[in-house]
């Protein structure tokens, strides 16, 4: 499995279903797993707990995923056989604690591996990923990528160079760590814009999960850009077994969902965080070297 995290042929482009190229993932989005309080793993606050996992909610989830599924979850720098259903995947955005001890052992439990989106700048800071950690994933399969350096209010809304320097410098960061190029990463706050594509690949990288909760492939400015289907506190237990299915009712309702607070957040602006809380606990959490973690239109 350690082979499958270096650099190879992406799922996108080697993986086939029913003999086409493939097209469609079904990429699950967690954040953080805690035991008895919130505060154990990731970023601080209402906003951000509202993200978190019990750690029975998480169990429930895998499980009714395994339930669904026979086959494991994919990892994008893995070469795949030939599937006869829409592949999944699992992610984990922000870097927090809980991947390394909650997240991980669960997941290698079931034969499966996960990705870890890691934001460079909380990078040993209490309640986040140190590097032994980082590495120790690494070693044991998971993918690690990069969630850039000071995970900004509003990525979209970062000038070009900004976007490639936080691109560039978190993708740098753990490459140092693992000792292998990355080449995967997420979108922190889900503000998603073509140019947040194209600036990834022109930092190197090559694939590229959003929140915007579609099971389409698409190629933007070179870079594979993947969508995912958040699991949020409080989900019914059943939504990745759901989700794992492909239930019509699901996708539509998320995507519905998603669609109606991308209104809001275009017509509000930076209003948006103020008025609904928004990611803005995640800028407030960074250490000062790291940034001020809120990008503002040029």
């Not at 995290?5 to 996108?12: L, N």
């Not at 493939?22 to 989005?29: A, K, N």
């Not at 600036?199 to 933007?220: C, H, K």
Request: proline share 5%; hydrophobic share 40%; net charge positive.
């Amino acid at each position: 499995m350690g082979s499958a995290v270096a650099v190879g042929v992406s799922a996108m482009e080697a993986g086939r279903t029913s003999g086409a190229a493939m097209t469609r993932v079904v990429s699950l989005l967690f954040h953080d797993v805690y035991e008895t309080h919130p505060s154990e793993s990731g970023f601080q606050g209402l906003a951000a707990d509202r993200y978190k996992l019990t750690v029975a909610e998480f169990d429930a989830q895998l499980a009714g995923l395994a339930r669904q599924r026979t086959d494991r979850p994919i990892l994008v720098t893995e070469s795949l056989p030939e599937r006869s259903r829409v592949p999944y995947a699992i992610t984990v955005d922000d870097g927090g604690v809980s991947y390394y001890t909650r997240v991980a052992e669960r997941l290698e439990a079931r034969g499966w591996r996960g990705h870890c989106f890691v934001t460079t700048g909380m990078i040993g800071q209490p309640g986040f990923l140190d590097a032994r950690q980082i590495r120790d994933l690494h070693r044991r399969g998971h993918i690690i990528g990069s969630h850039s350096v000071s995970h900004p209010t509003r990525f979209s809304a970062c000038r070009r160079e900004e976007m490639v320097r936080e691109w560039e410098e978190s993708r740098k960061v753990l490459a140092d760590i693992v000792g292998v190029a990355v080449t995967a990463a997420s979108v922190p706050g889900g503000y998603f814009s073509p140019l947040v594509a194209s600036t990834a690949a022109e930092a190197g990288l090559q694939m590229l999960f959003n929140s915007e909760p579609d099971t389409r492939v698409r190629s933007i400015a070179g870079c594979t850009v993947i969508g995912r289907f958040m699991v949020r506190a409080g989900y019914p237990p059943d939504f990745a077994f759901k989700l794992g299915g492909l239930a019509p009712a699901v996708l539509r309702r998320e995507w519905i969902v998603w669609n109606a607070k991308k209104i809001l957040k275009t017509v509000l602006g930076d209003a948006y965080v103020r008025v609904t809380g928004g990611d803005s606990r995640r800028a407030e959490s960074l250490k000062p070297s790291a940034g001020d973690g809120a990008c503002r239109p040029s």
